[in-house]
């Protein structure tokens, strides 16, 4: 009885020491200890789905730093015009063909005073909205890699932002172009006739214990509002206000005021979610080079722009 | 000159309903976004930079002449974050990619949205189907 089970043991045995070294030999070799990590370089963030029913920590107190994407599904990238405001007549649908001379009828249109509409006239986007131009015909400064400016990097393609508090700066860093902003919070005041920046001049404090609140004047009136032509003047002040909600998230709200060009204050981004990414998320670079712009418009905008509406 | 650019015979034209959303940095006022049609030849180009990362390919029809065209993709972090890289296409690849066609016939096509939520056009490169 003892004797069999021994033997049984012995086959056992053999079987799995047999079956484990196959295993071994079939299995796709691995380096010893090898788990795959994720590359640390260029990260990439997660799709707005990867972010529902997570959990968060509450949020610090008067702490805004951190890394903050714009999950692209949240409408970060903003083709059609500064996201509570898209010059379209209906959400992603009527309207992105372009070639209207102006924005009547779309959902929610600007309140522009009369020079602003002529200053609107003037702009030709290529993004498609209802004034949409192939963009061989566009004359949107940023097509021949002039600075995006402020605060159009947010009104057009907010990706990655990288927020660092130091005692009396909060400095901003965007992906989109490689911009960085200097806000101070020594409590400086504004300056009263400033040399236009395309980035502007910038003060921030906190509100309350979880709302930073910026203040931007001193705009260069070269560069555009958003990717569908929307103007400003040098007379612009912008409000970014950064609400953090918990640990992981906050919101966004950008209001443009410029009564030169438009008659009421209006929300570009309203409550817009910003996602905090891991302390090691390496923020890929997205540069505008004027000879690759060159290059592109020379081999593919100049090609596909219809015959005879080529510049002149 | 002109007739030399409009889409060979090889080139098979489908008509498709696209109702994705198109997000591109230049629109789409230059593109026909109701057809797609498939670019099947030799890579001969692959230019990843701003604004637009674009790829070259030779297509050759029956009678053997060849047509240089370009399939305009979007920015490389956008396609990064789709699964592209510097390194999807080299020169000698033999590709097939769905696009939609320029208005103009000239030869170029557009890959439109790099929404990682969008669906994927097919693109076969060396006959396999790219699955980043």
Known sequence: MFKRGLFSAIAVFTGLTLSLSLNAQTAPPKAAGAETKPDPWNSIPPIKPAYAGRKSAPAPIRDISGIWDAAEADGGRQPSGALEHPAL???????????????TGIMRPLPFTPAGLEALKANKPSGPSVRQVPSALAN????????????????FEIRTIELVQTANQVVYLNQFYGNWRVIWTDGREL?????????????????DDYTFVIETVGLNPRSWLDHAGRPHSEDLRVEERFHRIDHDNMELTVT???????????QGLS???????????????????????????????????TPGDQKK | MKNQLRIPPLLWIAVLAISAPLFAHH?????????SLN????????????PHVFVKVDVKDESGSVAHWIVEAQNPVSMMQIGWSKDTFKPGDEVEIDAMPAKNGNPVAFLGSSSPTATRRRIVINGKQFQP
């Open chain 1, 140 to 155: 949107d400064p940023v097509d021949q890699c002039d600075p995006i400016g402020f605060p159009r990097m947010e009104l």
């Open chain 1, 271 to 305: 409550k817009f979610p910003l996602h905090l990414q891991p302390p090691g998320f390496d923020i890929s670079e997205l540069i505008c080079s004027p000879v690759d712009m060159a290059e592109y418009n020379r081999q593919v905008g100049s090609v596909v722009a």
């Open chain 1, 89 to 103: 007549i209906k959400p992603r649908g009527q309207g992105v063909e372009g070639g209207r001379p102006d924005e």
């Open chain 2, 27 to 35: 629109g789409n006022a230059a593109y026909d976004t109701e057809k």
């Open chain 1, 191 to 207: 300056p009263k006739d400033p040399e236009p920046r395309w980035n502007g001049y910038s003060v921030g404090k906190w509100v």
């Open chain 1, 256 to 266: 443009i005021i410029d009564p030169k060009m438009y008659t009421e204050p209006w």
């Open chain 2, 39 to 50: 670019v099947k030849g030799t890579v001969t180009g692959y230019v990843w930079a701003n």
